[in-house]
């Protein structure tokens, strides 16, 4: 490939541009008399040169041919043209081997233009068909054109580019439509020029650089310019090719049917095609292009992030679903490479984890030709210590998908962030707490007194470790000192009664509370946050969520500089109904209700509650008696498939400790409608909201409500006694299970409430909840 001159790789360029020329047959004559002049004026070859070669290659052309006497056997008309196709073959191959495709194309339309004044410049060539290097140059060709001739050629542009985009991005209509308003030919050009492989870079790495073209954008309602404070990480795309490759090559194609198989054997059978693609090998092409990436990178940690085709698209995100692993890239260059491959492996083979086989089945994807792109990207940060890490790391959503104050505006959006890698505000985690900021009023919190933010922040942070080379959960005194950068604006002290905020570096780091209250007050951040949420949703025509890193340039304040790592359309699934609270229901009809952080929507004519009894869980003492609560609940959430159900439990669902929730995945309950968190006094761990992480997100698209029960809100009802006394019929829907029935409880509505159902509506403007008993209605969400 002549890749300065821009010609298709797989054709000799001379080749490629004699294709081309062959398209115009009545004008080919002026075109390359045109380029003819431009060889001469450019000193590549002087006339009498080029005519003395002309000559020459003639008469060797007629040695070829047999003929002894050339001029004796041959007319005057004859050599002439003879002549005139070498000339013509010269100028091709010396113009191809020398000067730029764009020019041709320039040339091209002043051969056009001159025939036509006011011609309008037409594509001469199916785009669809063309070489990806061909639409390059007449992209760039058109874009270079002048002002005034920029908009006959805008339609053409944009066909060039949409076919770019679905070539080498996604084609994803919804995606396609707005990129293509975005993107320009450069913009496309780094985007292919950084791929490894031929096939598409996925969902996950097209939406975060649509995302960051559209902030780059100059927009007369930007507050500030947005392209002077967002970024993106230096990354490389493996385009999706390479995955169906590693598995031709390999052996693994068979397990392209796991999708079809049962939920059962698709988790019965998920270690060994892990174990399968783990000991697969790459090509050797494929191993030296990342040979050669991590000279180029050198030490820099980096993370590998999966992009299959299907994420962040316009119908579902597909959130957390696959795997992504940090590199921390401080070994020998073989050392790096070996941790490399095997993350990339380990992302191929996430394809079959059943979390995202059944999403795939519940949303309607499940006969979609899943392909697995890799984004690889320098990890955003500064190093501290022996620590790499980025001061602020977060979720953010344009839209506030709860309030636990009547003065927040849902459209200012929603952010949740922690010090440190990112990993910790988009999972539920043990013992820990993001800060979760409504951008409307940045300084309001949920917490009432020192003693509950203190107990709800921050105290661990994930970080690379440079010196174990490792990814590592520390305590927040572990890592951070007084001398950190910038820790004033994140940190407080806390003093017992009161918090106190940073004066001086000495300061006990046992002491520190991850507020960012100075961050919030004294820096343009929320502002910052805001304009970039409600510019991605203005251009997408829908609410956004955003994954991104924080660097603070230096100064007092200091200045957020934000690097986008992700952005996500929410789907049709996020945005539901917003019914409101029935006035008029009996009190002894009224099972529970809640006052805090209420989603919008209902659900009616629930038959069944599946119930974990808080103080029977608690006292389960061992782990794997814990772990077989979870799998209870998949079981039954097969079992009830087609019914109408909710659960409700204690703690924190889906948290990875199952001693604070019940440590399910969205495998497990993704028939269930509402998922009901309460925190009675004895219980471990009271409900931690879980807005904004990956398992919130799960809830939200597939419909399931997420509520939370607090127990220190005098105000909220919960009839206890109903759900303790009611009659248990787990046994009967799974006789194996019957065991479980101290802990676990499924309550046949209708049988114990004289043929009434449950209903439950929820009001998030009111941030009002009720769940009530009441007779068969009609559904107006069915």
């Not at 449950?758 to 909840?769: I, K, N, P, Y």
Request: negative net charge; hydrophobic residues 40%; aromatic residues 10%.
């Amino acid at each position: 490939m002549d890749g300065e001159r821009g010609y298709p790789w797989h054709l000799p360029p001379a080749l490629a541009l004699h294709l081309e020329i062959l398209r115009y047959p009545i004008l080919a004559r002026r075109i390359r008399e045109r380029m003819r002049q431009e060889l001469f004026a450019r000193g590549i070859i002087t006339p009498e040169a080029f005519e003395a070669e002309v000559r020459e290659k003639a008469l060797i052309s007629q040695r070829l041919e047999g003929l002894t006497d050339p001029f004796g056997q041959e007319s005057a008309e004859e050599w002439e043209e003879r002549l005139a196709q070498i000339r013509d073959q010269l100028t091709e191959f010396y113009f191809a081997y020398n000067l730029p495709h764009s020019l041709f194309v320039e040339i091209v339309r002043s051969v056009l233009e001159e025939r036509a004044p006011g011609h309008r410049p037409v594509l001469t060539f199916n785009p669809e068909l063309a070489p990806v290097e061909a639409l390059f140059a007449q992209a760039e060709a058109y874009e270079a054109a002048p002002p005034e001739q920029r908009k006959a050629v805008l339609p053409h542009l944009k066909e060039i580019r949409v076919v770019l985009i679905k070539s080498i991005i996604s084609d994803q209509l919804a995606f396609v439509g707005i990129a293509r308003e975005h993107f320009t030919s450069a913009d496309l050009r780094a985007i292919y020029e950084r791929r490894i492989g031929q096939g598409k870079i996925g969902g996950k790495a097209a939406g975060m650089m649509l995302a960051w073209r559209v902030l780059q954008a100059p927009d007369p309602e930007d507050p500030f310019p947005l392209a002077e404070r967002v970024g993106i990480p230096d990354s490389w795309f493996i385009g999706a090719d390479v995955f169906y490759e590693f598995m031709e090559r390999n052996g693994l194609l068979p397990y392209l049917n796991q999708k079809y198989k049962s939920e059962e054997e698709i988790r019965a059978e998920f270690p060994e095609v892990q174990h399968a693609f783990l000991e697969g090998r790459f090509p050797g092409w494929f191993v030296q292009r990342l040979r050669d990436l991590l000279r180029e990178v050198g030490p820099h940690p980096l993370i590998v992030r999966s992009s299959s085709l299907l994420e962040d698209n316009f119908g579902a995100s597909f959130a957390g679903k696959y795997e992504s692993h940090f590199c921390p890239n401080q070994g020998s260059l073989e050392e790096n490479l070996e941790a490399l491959l095997t993350a990339i492996k380990r992302v191929y083979a996430s394809v079959f984890h059943p979390d995202p086989l059944i999403y795939r089945r519940h949303v309607g994807l499940l006969d979609y030709d899943e392909r697995m792109a890799v984004l690889l990207q320098k990890v955003e940060g500064t190093r501290y210590g022996r620590y790499f890490f980025p001061p602020i790391a977060g979720v953010a959503y344009s839209r506030n998908p709860f309030r636990w104050s009547p003065r927040i505006r849902r459209e200012d959006g929603f952010v949740r962030m922690v010090v440190g890698l990112g990993t910790r505000a988009v999972e539920r985690v043990a013992h820990d707490y993001p800060r979760m900021v409504a951008l409307s009023h940045p300084g309001l919190r949920p917490e009432k007194d020192p003693q509950a933010i203190a107990r709800y922040a921050q105290h661990f942070i994930d970080v690379i470790d440079l010196e174990e080379n490792a990814f590592r959960t520390l305590r927040v005194h572990e890592v951070l000192g007084g001398d950190y950068p910038g820790l004033a604006y994140l940190a407080v002290v806390h003093k017992g009664d009161y918090l106190q905020p940073l004066i001086g570096r000495n300061v006990d780091p046992r002491a520190l509370v991850l507020t960012f209250d100075r961050l919030l007050q004294e820096t343009d951040f929320a502002p910052l946050m805001r304009a970039v949420l409600r510019k991605l949703e203005r251009y997408y025509g829908r609410p956004v969520d955003i994954e991104f890193a924080v660097l603070l340039e230096g100064g007092r304040p200091p200045r957020p500089m934000l690097r986008l790592l992700q952005c996500r359309p929410q789907t049709d699934r996020e945005q539901a109904a917003r019914p409101r609270i029935p006035r008029d229901v009996p009190a002894e009809d009224v099972l529970f209700t809640s006052y805090q952080m209420v989603p919008h929507g209902a659900v009616y004519n629930i038959r069944y509650v599946i119930y974990v009894d808080p103080m029977a869980y608690t006292r389960i003492p061992e782990l794997s008696a814990r772990l077989e609560i979870a799998r209870v609940i998949g079981r039954l959430n097969r079992r009830l498939a087609g019914e109408r159900f909710i659960l409700i439990g204690p703690g924190r669902w889906g948290s990875v400790n199952p001693y604070l929730g019940v440590k399910v995945g969205y495998a497990d309950i993704y028939n269930a409608r509402a998922l009901v968190e309460i925190g009675l006094r004895g219980a471990q761990g009271a409900p931690e909201p879980s807005y904004g992480t990956h398992f919130f997100r799960d809830l939200i698209e597939a419909q399931i409500y997420p509520l939370a029960l607090i127990p220190d809100d005098e105000r909220a009802a919960f009839r206890a006694d109903f759900f303790l006394r009611a009659p248990n019929v787990l046994a009967a829907l799974l006789p194996e299970e019957a065991s479980h029935a101290e802990v676990v409880k499924v309550i046949d509505i209708p049988a114990v409430a004289g043929g009434r159902y449950l209903h439950l509506v929820m009001d998030g403007d009111q941030e009002e909840a009720m769940a009530y008993l009441g007779p068969k209605v009609e559904d107006p969400s069915a």
